[in-house]
């Protein structure tokens, strides 16, 4: 039992670790409540710079730092790691699960801030070949793959191979964080890497980014749109606008264009960076609820961001459908602090606050180093001023002052110079999500279960002994070159 929890106290369960669940609790600090943060990681998910950690610039740990060490001081607020599968509205209860055990916390108050997901559009078989950008797991094996495919491709060329496949890198989706990533990549094979190379000539290396739409950013209007994508041109990054992507194989990806026109692209790395899907949470709080679900699964919530008929349960941010707005960090930052407002002033027996407003503060993206683009207001930005913006806003908004020091270091090692100190990724980053996906239980297959009936040990130690042949496998596969010489044809 938790000394530190006061009996009869009003309990408050966050679920989440992002940028809603972070603010919402740090805002019920002074509160007379204990707070149960209950997320799937322990750490807290800087995801606006995930491209960053991909492509060797900053390191896993200084965009996800702990969330038990950052909530360490707020002595009402506990973590617990778990993810949440059920939410009983009307028991008041939260289940969650780790490695197959159950933990129920039940709540007075609940705040659900599990954020969104990656969207294949129907096509979830294409996540083996091209990942998305939404986790830490993601972007060390997009690191993997990354600067992988330049060591096949010196590979392959010293052995007199063509190893264009190799060299072409694909993003899909031009919205701020396939741009972010295009230019990073554009930039690593045009500059970063182009002395450390002797077979291959880096320069050489294609950067395609796709998109359906018409123009790149869409949410930051015409104007930066064609700017950036100018931008984008002049970095060496092909840009095809109207293209939608119809099939990722291993070997390469399809692109279908509006008048019927097809174009393949043979490339070993591919990265999506196209749709977005609301945390599945959504879907039981709709049955009870009846709140409708949009196309990207959010749910339709009341304007003080309650859920129809039970007013003690919030949801914001990534998950919610209101006023069209943006799945932002600031709407998940400004939701998280209104709801544990609403709940202080309850608890105070103060009336209701004004619907959520959300502040629009604006969007950065960057292009490459020492260039962005920002919208403030009705303000357009290009260029180093936008860039100095964007540097300043990821300072104060990074998670705590050692990581904010570190990542300047890092900034100025890539930036002004021309390395990047995160360049390590090993097999298991690479191959091993793919393994465990393979696993009946995912990672709980792994382990022994004492909770639940769960999996036999023989089972258990069969998948093992294939989840090692497959490892192997993929292991053999890169090391006899195989794997190049494949997508080639
Ligand atoms: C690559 C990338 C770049 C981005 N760039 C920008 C940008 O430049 N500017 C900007 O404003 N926004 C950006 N965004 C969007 C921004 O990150 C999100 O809008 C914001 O994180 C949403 O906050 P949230 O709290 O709703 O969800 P998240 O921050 O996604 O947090 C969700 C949390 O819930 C946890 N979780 C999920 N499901 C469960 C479960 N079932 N049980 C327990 N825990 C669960 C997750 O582990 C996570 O801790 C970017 C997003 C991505 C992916």
């Known amino acids: 039992m938790d000394e530190s929890r006061k009996v009869g106290r009003h309990q408050v369960v966050v679920i989440g670790s992002g940028f809603g669940a972070l603010f919402g609790t740090k805002a019920l600090k002074r509160a007379d409540v204990d707070v149960t943060v209950i997320a799937r990681t322990?750490?807290?998910?800087?995801?606006?710079?995930?491209?960053?950690?991909?492509?060797?610039?900053?390191?896993?740990?200084?965009?996800?730092?702990?969330?038990?060490?950052?909530?360490?001081?707020?002595?009402?607020?506990?973590?617990?790691?778990?993810?949440?599968?059920?939410?009983?509205?009307?028991?008041?209860?939260?289940?969650?699960?780790?490695?197959?055990?159950?933990?129920?916390?039940?709540?007075?108050?609940?705040?659900?801030?599990?954020?969104?997901?990656?969207?294949?559009?129907?096509?979830?078989?294409?996540?083996?070949?091209?990942?998305?950008?939404k986790s830490i797991d993601d972007a060390l094996e997009l690191r993997g793959r990354i600067f992988g495919a330049f060591e096949l491709a010196e590979l392959g060329a010293s052995r007199g191979e063509n190893?264009?496949?190799?060299?072409?890198?694909?993003?899909?989706?031009?919205?701020?964080?396939?741009?972010?990533?295009?230019?990073?990549?554009?930039?690593?094979?045009?500059r970063t890497l182009r002395r450390d190379f002797h077979a291959i000539n880096t320069r050489q290396a294609r950067v395609v980014l796709v998109d359906a739409a018409g123009q790149v950013l869409p949410p930051f209007g015409a104007q930066l749109g064609a700017r950036t994508k100018v931008a984008l041109e002049k970095l060496g990054v092909e840009v095809l606008l109207g293209g939608m992507v119809t099939d990722v194989s291993e070997r390469g990806i399809l692109v279908q264009y509006k008048d019927g026109h097809t174009d393949w692209i043979a490339a070993a790395t591919k990265i999506w960076a196209a749709g977005v899907q609301a945390s599945s949470l959504t879907k039981t709080l709709s049955e009870q609820t009846g709140a409708p679900l949009d196309r990207s699964g959010r749910i339709r919530v009341n304007p003080d961001l309650t859920l129809p008929g039970y007013p003690e349960v919030f949801v914001i941010g990534?998950?919610?459908?209101?006023?069209?707005?943006?799945?932002?960090?600031?709407?998940?930052?400004?939701?998280?602090?209104?709801?544990?407002?609403?709940?202080?002033?309850?608890?105070?027996?103060?009336?209701?606050q004004k619907p959520f407003h959300y502040f629009d503060k604006g969007d950065l993206a960057t292009i490459s180093r020492f260039r962005a683009v920002a919208r403030i207001g009705r303000f357009r930005l290009t260029g180093f001023v936008a860039w100095l913006l964007w540097l300043g806003v990821h300072l104060v908004y990074l998670t705590g002052f050692k990581n904010r020091f570190s990542a300047l270091g890092h900034w100025a090692?890539?930036?002004?110079?021309?390395?990047?100190?995160?360049?390590?990724?090993?097999?298991?980053?690479?191959?091993?999500?793919?393994?465990?996906?393979?696993?009946?239980?995912?990672?709980?297959?792994?382990?022994?279960?004492?909770?639940?009936?769960?999996?036999?040990?023989?089972a258990a130690a069969r998948r093992r002994a294939e989840l090692e042949e497959q490892a192997l496998a993929e292991i053999r596969l890169t090391d006899s070159g195989e794997r190049g010489q494949r997508s080639r044809t």
Not at 173 to 189: D, F, K, R, S
Not at 432 to 458: F, I, W
């Open 42 to 133: 322990g750490h807290h998910l800087f995801q606006p710079l995930l491209y960053q950690v991909a492509t060797g610039i900053l390191s896993e740990g200084e965009i996800a730092p702990s969330t038990r060490e950052i909530l360490a001081r707020q002595r009402n607020a506990r973590v617990l790691l778990g993810e949440v599968r059920e939410i009983d509205l009307d028991a008041r209860t939260v289940t969650s699960h780790v490695l197959g055990r159950a933990t129920v916390t039940p709540y007075d108050s609940l705040i659900v801030a599990a954020g969104a997901g990656q969207s294949y559009f129907g096509h979830d078989e294409y996540a083996e070949y091209a990942p998305g950008m």
């Open 318 to 352: 990534d998950m919610i459908d209101l006023d069209h707005l943006p799945g932002v960090a600031q709407v998940a930052i400004q939701g998280g602090k209104y709801a544990a407002k609403e709940i202080r002033r309850r608890l105070a027996g103060k009336p209701p």
């Open 413 to 458: 090692v890539s930036f002004i110079g021309r390395g990047r100190s995160e360049r390590t990724a090993t097999e298991q980053q690479i191959f091993g999500r793919q393994a465990l996906t393979r696993l009946e239980g995912g990672a709980a297959g792994l382990v022994s279960n004492d909770d639940l009936a769960g999996p036999d040990p023989e």
């Open 163 to 190: 190893v264009d496949h190799l060299l072409t890198f694909v993003v899909v989706g031009a919205g701020p964080t396939g741009v972010e990533m295009a230019g990073q990549i554009a930039e690593l094979a045009h």
